[in-house]
């Protein structure tokens, strides 16, 4: 069965710098697809970056990047010069067919002024 | 392009009534997922609906059920409702095309006392 491992509940960082965040992920399938969403106070969820598995290249969207190792099923994702608006819920997902999304847990990240 | 909306935002029903949610998605968008997010069990996948038949269920009692009009506008009914229910019912839309991006609605926060 499909399972997606957030091993940080909460994570916090200071206002400029960098900070990471982990997904590992189980699939039997060969191609999939990998997200990560952030989950504001208003609870919209937010697709913030996407990776494709057949891609060796690792999606980057402005400040936030993703390391995909696809022979250790791990996702991570970067967030550069953080700001104050970063804070909130974020999770991670897999999607190996039918739309049908797998989340993790989820972790939560404070941005500090 | 108008995001995906839900209706209602807010839903006080006491146990043993049914209700319906409904979510409109994104013009041009013909697949609607639903989930379910509860503290304790996070974020489950209930069903997707794409050109109004259902193509994948998660693991859900068949309390649960849903439908998709022409419109791709969807429903889904819970009946007899137990106090578990309460969470935050999200629905999302994708275009079902090879990016299998979902954008969601802003959810239904149902409680049930």
């Known amino acids: 069965a499909q399972t997606v491992t957030q091993s940080q509940p909460e994570m916090s960082v200071q206002e400029a710098e960098t900070v990471t965040l982990s997904c590992t992920y189980d699939?039997?399938?060969?191609?999939?697809?990998l997200f990560w969403y952030k989950q504001p106070p208003s609870r919209q969820m937010i697709l913030v970056i996407r990776?494709?598995?057949?891609?060796?290249q690792n999606a980057t969207e402005n400040r936030f990047s993703v390391n995909f190792q696809k022979a250790a099923k791990s996702f991570s994702l970067k967030i550069s010069d953080s700001q104050l608006g970063d804070t909130a819920m974020y999770f991670c997902a897999c999607m190996e067919y039918g739309n049908k999304l797998v989340f993790g847990a989820g972790t939560i990240l404070r941005v500090k002024s | 392009k108008a995001g995906v909306t839900q209706t209602p935002r807010y839903l006080i029903k006491t146990r043993g009534q049914q209700v319906t949610l409904s979510c409109s998605p994104i013009?041009?968008?013909?697949?609607v997922s639903w989930y379910q997010q509860t503290p304790g069990q996070g974020l489950q996948f209930l069903f997707e609906?794409?050109?109004?038949?259902?193509?994948n269920k998660g693991n859900f009692p068949g309390r649960f059920s849903g439908r998709q009009f022409s419109n791709s506008r969807s429903e889904m009914n819970v009946s007899t409702l137990e106090l578990g229910d309460s969470a935050l019912y999200l629905c999302?839309?994708?275009?079902?095309?090879?990016?299998?991006?979902?954008?969601f609605g802003p959810g239904t926060r149902l409680t049930v006392t």
């Open positions: 013009s041009g968008h013909r697949s």
């Open positions: 699939t039997s399938e060969n191609n999939y697809y």
């Open positions: 990776q494709e598995a057949y891609k060796q």
């Open positions: 999302a839309s994708t275009t079902d095309s090879s990016s299998y991006e979902q954008y």
């Open positions: 609906y794409f050109s109004e038949t259902q193509r």
